[in-house]
């Protein structure tokens, strides 16, 4: 049995007075309206995403993006030399072996990546 169905018969089914269930008014407003002022301790604990942004982001902070040398050799495919700044990458980590005598030019390279790029017989040239 539904709940409405046990209402039937009286005049305004557990509303309260008539008054009360008309229009937006009685619910304090129309879908997110108040989200920040009465309904803001809803909005936080069931709706966190719909508030946007959160955190900040460092003014400072600069976003590297790197590539590893087990991708440089596929990367590379017959050519001898890479210049990773037109590819989008900015630095160069060791995880992974080179096994072509390969000249790679970029902005950074980590310590470990310079040694077996040289120890290959490559450069490890930085821009």
């Keep these: 049995m539904k709940k409405t ?8 089914l557990g509303k309260g007075t008539m008054k009360k269930w008309r229009g937006k008014g009685h619910r304090g ?8 002022k009465h309904r803001k301790s809803w909005i ?18 600069k976003s590297v993006k790197a590539i590893n040398l087990r991708d440089l050799e596929t990367l590379a495919g ?10 989008g990458y ?5 995880s992974g072996n080179v096994t072509k005598k390969l000249v790679v030019k970029a902005k950074a390279f980590s310590r470990i990546a310079k040694e077996k790029i040289e120890k290959a017989g490559g450069k490890a040239v930085s821009e």
């Design 29 to 36: 407003g129309k879908g997110y309206a108040g989200s920040k």
């Design 90 to 94: 900015d630095k160069v980590l060791g």
């Design 44 to 61: 936080l604990r069931y709706e966190r995403e719909h508030l946007g942004k959160r955190g900040f982001i460092s003014k400072t902070s």
């Design 78 to 87: 017959d050519k001898k030399e890479i210049v990773l700044a037109g590819l």
């Design 5 to 12: 169905e046990k209402k039937r018969g009286t005049r305004t």
